[in-house]
């Protein structure tokens, strides 16, 4: 199958700091990625669906001034927590769409983000 | 809109025994059908779907499961359990426009006791 690496697993900051998390597609072009939030003991919460080249379209109820994401290039989408705080706290989780395999989508290993 | 919904938090079963994860979907569109597993601090692994044709799909590790329209319900087993099965196990749904926006239930986690 298709590989999407996710980076960093693991980032610990301060509360009030911006952190980034990188998601990328190894071996294959993904014009469509997601970016999933799940908390302790609870389901995947889609955030956003982040396309190259345009704008990500969040869920409803995601803040897009607090969760920024970045689709810049066909294997790189980056998710950015502005002034993080600890409820912010999470794994966060992203997909990408490998069209070689009919639109299966693949994920990351995820990120978990600790605020202190 | 697309919902999913997966009886028991906690399935606990003994190693060698049948697995039974249940998962039901509502959908107002023909669905494909997904089961994920996680293991702790982990990513999620595709264990098998259904998109057409046969209702019955194989997907890894031993795992299969059957789709159900009259049922709305797409349960996995496996007739062995092993240690290794130890992980949350997550069903999901979405349209059959593409592969987008998939809808998870909010998973099951399977113990596997010696």
């Known amino acids: 199958g298709a590989v999407v690496s996710q980076h960093p697993s693991r980032v610990i900051c301060k509360s009030g700091t911006s952190v980034k998390i990188e998601c990328r597609s190894l071996?294959?072009?993904?014009?469509?990625m997601f970016w999933y939030r799940q908390f302790p003991k609870k389901s995947l919460m889609l955030m956003a669906t982040?396309?190259?080249?345009?704008?990500?379209?969040?869920e409803q109820g995601v803040e897009k001034d607090k969760f920024l994401i970045n689709h810049a290039s066909l294997t790189l989408s980056t998710l950015t927590v502005t002034s993080a705080h600890p409820e912010d706290s999470s794994f966060y989780i992203c997909?990408?769409?490998?069209?070689?395999?009919?639109?299966?989508?693949?994920f990351g290993e995820g990120s978990r983000l600790t605020v202190l | 809109a697309q919902s999913v919904t997966q009886l028991g938090s906690h399935v606990s079963v003994s190693e060698g025994a049948l697995v039974l994860l249940r998962c039901n979907y509502s959908s107002s569109v023909p669905p494909y059908l997904f089961w994920y597993v996680q293991y702790p601090n982990q990513g999620l692994q595709l264990l098998l779907k259904?998109?057409?044709?046969?209702?019955l799909v194989k997907g890894i590790n031993g795992f299969e499961a059957e789709f159900k329209k009259s049922e709305t319900s797409f349960h996995l087993t496996k007739p062995s359990a092993h240690m290794s099965d130890a992980a949350e196990y997550f069903c999901?749904?979405?349209?059959?426009?593409?592969?987008?926006?998939?809808?998870f239930g909010t998973g099951t986690r399977l113990l596997v006791s010696p």
């Open positions: 999901a749904v979405t349209s059959n426009t593409g592969f987008q926006k998939l809808v």
């Open positions: 982040s396309n190259e080249g345009s704008k990500a379209t969040y």
């Open positions: 071996d294959f072009q993904a014009t469509t």
């Open positions: 997909s990408a769409k490998a069209g070689r395999f009919a639109g299966e989508l693949f």
């Open positions: 259904y998109t057409t044709g046969a209702t």
